[in-house]
């Protein structure tokens, strides 16, 4: 069956970086374009970006130059930079893919930016 299971998370001083990964299963991963989204307390859940079975990267204005988003189809991998962290990205980070019209989201891995 489809899963998908993120990584990489955990406690960062502001201005740290961390990489985040979502290895997918269950499907032709190549084919599929993959999202990024997170979720921070009391907040609804937010788009952060999306990567092409081809690797072609788009990522929102709020976090493009801090965040980049790739992906390893050799390893039915996916990849999520975060760089110069801030408070305010404390979330917990999911990745998503849609497939038949039915979304599939992994289960997140939480960051926490704190000093």
């Known amino acids: 069956q489809v899963q998908l299971v993120e990584s990489g998370g955990g406690l960062v001083q502001p201005g740290g970086s961390l990489r985040l990964t979502c290895v997918a299963s269950g499907f032709n991963f190549n084919g599929y374009l993959l999202n990024w989204y997170r979720q921070a307390p009391g907040k609804e859940r937010e788009f952060l970006g999306s990567i092409t079975g081809t690797g072609h990267a788009h990522h929102v204005d709020s976090v493009k130059g801090r965040f980049t988003i790739s992906r390893d189809n050799t390893k039915s991998s996916a990849y999520l930079d975060l760089n110069s962290l801030k408070p305010e990205d404390t979330a917990v980070y999911y990745c998503?893919?849609?497939?038949?019209?039915?979304?599939?989201w992994g289960q997140g891995t939480q960051v926490t930016v704190s000093s």
């Open positions: 998503k893919i849609d497939r038949l019209g039915v979304p599939y």
